[in-house]
């Protein structure tokens, strides 16, 4: 079964520096996806993607956070300046564009901000 | 725009026992409606989704879920749960128009023996 993939699994990063977390979307699928979810809270929307532009974005993401599509597999979250409180699990997604068609989630990336 | 209620934070249950974790919506607008599991140090799986037709979904490891329009609740089920059903639920709901899902606050279902 197609399978979205996260790297790396766990990141540890000290504060102010730079992060990029990476994604391999399904191949054929054509909007993407990350989600937040801080140690104990909800799954967080924090922006989806098409065409190579954002097509929606939550308050959460704000001009800290950039996301990328460098070429034709790869999908990243850029996190400038971090802080603790981006300590989080980061989930990509990817989904089909017939609107019926669920997510496929990633295994996550867990960021630590020391 | 739309919420998800979940009514437990923890379930508690013994190995063969029956579960139901409780979800509400509320959303003015048509929604699809889905199940997650998230197992420990893992990601988020779908378990089941409500995009129209039959009210009663059936999902994978034997779990299921009721669309109640009039209630607002998509309730997930299990006649007889395992320990290895011990995980995280999440119920998330997508307006029909949206591609974004708003997810409840999951809750942490324990099987115990």
């Known amino acids: 079964e197609p399978e979205v993939t996260q790297t790396p699994s766990h990141q540890v990063t000290q504060m102010g520096q730079e992060v990029i977390l990476r994604c391999v979307p399904i191949s054929n699928h054509l909007y993407f996806y990350w989600y937040r979810q801080i140690l104990g809270q909800k799954v967080e929307f924090l922006v989806s993607?098409?065409?190579?532009?954002?097509?929606?974005k939550s308050e959460i993401f704000d001009d800290q956070f950039s996301v990328e599509r460098p070429d034709g597999s790869n999908f990243t979250l850029k996190i400038r300046s971090t802080k603790l409180e981006d300590s989080a699990m980061y989930f990509c997604?990817?989904?089909?564009?017939?609107?019926?068609?669920?997510?496929?989630f990633g295994s996550g990336t867990r960021l630590t901000v020391v | 725009a739309q919420s998800v209620t979940q009514l437990d934070s923890q379930v508690p249950v013994f190995e063969e026992a029956p579960v139901e974790l409780r979800c509400n919506y509320s959303?003015?607008?048509?929604?699809?409606l889905f199940w997650y599991v998230q197992y420990p140090n893992q990601g988020l799986q779908l378990l089941l989704k409500?995009?129209?037709?039959?009210?009663l979904v059936k999902g994978i490891n034997g779990f299921e879920a009721e669309f109640n329009k009039s209630q607002t609740s998509f309730h997930l089920r299990k006649p007889s749960v395992h320990i290895s059903d011990t995980a995280e639920y999440f119920c998330a709901v997508r307006r029909g128009s949206n591609y974004k899902l708003t997810f409840g606050k999951g809750t942490l279902l324990t099987v115990n023996p």
């Open positions: 409500y995009l129209s037709g039959s009210t």
């Open positions: 993607f098409y065409n190579n532009e954002i097509s929606e």
């Open positions: 997604a990817s989904s089909e564009p017939e609107e019926y068609y669920g997510y496929t």
């Open positions: 959303s003015s607008v048509s929604v699809y």
